[in-house]
RNA sequence: GGGCCGCUAGCUCAAUUGGCAGAGCAGCUGACUCUUAAUCAGCCGGUUCACAGUUCGAGUCUGUGGCGGCUCACCA
């Protein structure tokens, strides 16, 4: 995209360039002793009255008169107005200033606050310095950067241009650091766990390969930190989290990019319901530190995140949704039967765990815009969550959907190392069966559990679906900086 | 991977039925000491995504390819 010919748009800055270096000005000097930030000095006006201040930032705007020139700055916390006189920097660095500056530079600015006639806080400029000179030209000011392609692939113009852009990333950094202090407050710590896995696990799905020169192994990208988060539990910590990227080899949406970043914690004594107590509690509090508000505009319709959350059971969900019940019908086929009576289209190569996911996804998801836990899953599709006491076909798990989309998964955890194995097994047989999302056998993990694991609940939670939710987009590519884009040859 | 839409100046966008590629912003020159999408006068700026084809003539029609967006599939 960085096209050939831009030569001609950067001439006249190269021009300047030259220019300062005849006149022995460091174009790209070493440091600013900024006092205020932009935001910091407005709200301040009045104690900051007659006191010199300095700022920096990028210069996104010039109003040249003559003799007189405004001017804004930005920076992180907003921009500044500066009011550059003639005769207050003296006619020799006036005349400089003006015809060496460009929309773009990053400028420092000494000078004292006033008021402009229209109210606005602006610095009245006593110095002006170069601190880094742009050679490229800014995007449109007025409808900024339009194009998407160019949006994500130079992200740093559209933090530029586009001030929302910038409050969402702001937010998103609000969001994880608001969700580690609820998890440190209740005990949890933080963990790192391995990114290149010998054996991935603990979610359905592909994973990306690399390999090891000097190991001569291959190795895998994780597609979750499960196993290995269980395994610290069995080691005694008790409450352990992770916030980190999953690498998953999967198609690109608008919900899905190939690396995303998840929490995943686990708690010790505890079963899944106490863990969404907890979720519902964490989403509420960080929706009310970071936003100020329970309650927020998500496609155009007000979601109150406030706990209790409506809870029902999978089964209800689908009878709801589908008018299907499918404990009804016990085999692939009896489901799969039901399901194209209703005119429901079945995938053949599922079996009745992804058929009654299928109905889930279908009937169920797009409806749940207030936060929703839907309870008690088919044993099928849950390999490492614990079977219920009264009925060996549903495991204690649950999902939690807000907006549409589902947020967090959780569930009491397998620990019964007999019964572990057997799951790794018919995850084995669906392997064989054509399956390609299947877990593996993973022995050492069963060693993990047969030393013993007490009880525990765990969560996985997309951190970028959450964001998602509390900035209001559409698309998780507008809440990840730089989203995976095909590179361009 | 399928379907739909898009790609024109650095940026944001026009261009009638196939008939001279345009505007605003940015840039350059000049005027202007409270402007804020500053204003005014003038100037510069194009491989219309690429390649082929139809045609007297293609930004426009056709084909192939590229990239992007949305969507479906996929994704517990």
Redo the contacts with the bound molecule.
Sequence with gaps: ?V????D??M???LE?LARLDEAHVEPYPRRYERTHLAAGAIARFDSLTGREIRVAGRLV????????T?C?VADVSGRL?L?L???VLGTEAYDFVT?TL??GDIVGAEGTL???????V?LEVKRLELLAKSL???????????????R?RQRYLDLI?NDEVKQVFVTRSRVISSMRRFLEERGFIEVETPALQPIYG????KPFVTYHNALDQTLFLRI?V?LYLKRLIVGGLDRVYEIGKDF?N???????NPEFTMMECYQAYADYKDVAQMVEMMVSSIAAEVLGTRQFAFKGETIDVTPPWRRLTLREAIREGAGIDYVEYPERESLAEAMRAKGITV?AA?GRG?LI??L???FVEPKLIQPTFLFD?PVE????AKRKPEDATTVERF?AFVGGM?IA?AFSELNDPRDQRQRFLEQLRLREMG?E?TQVMDEDYLVALEHGMPPTGGL?MGVDRLVMLLTDR??I?EVILF?Q?????
């Design positions: 995209m096209e050939q010919h831009v001609e748009v001439a006249p800055r300047k705007s010039w109003r040249g008169m003559g003799k007189a405004f804004h107005q009011y006189r003639r005769d015809k460009d929309l006033f008021r402009t006639r229209t109210g606005e602006t490229r030209p800014l995007p449109e000011k007025w409808h900024g950067l339009q194009d998407t392609e160019k994500y241009a603990g979610a359905a799905a979750a499960e998953r999967e198609g690109i949406s608008t919900k899905h995938d599922a992804k996911d299928n889930l996804s279908e899953y599709l849950s390999p490492f999902e589902e998964n399956d999302e996985g559409q698309s590519r989203p884009l095909r590179t361009k040859a």
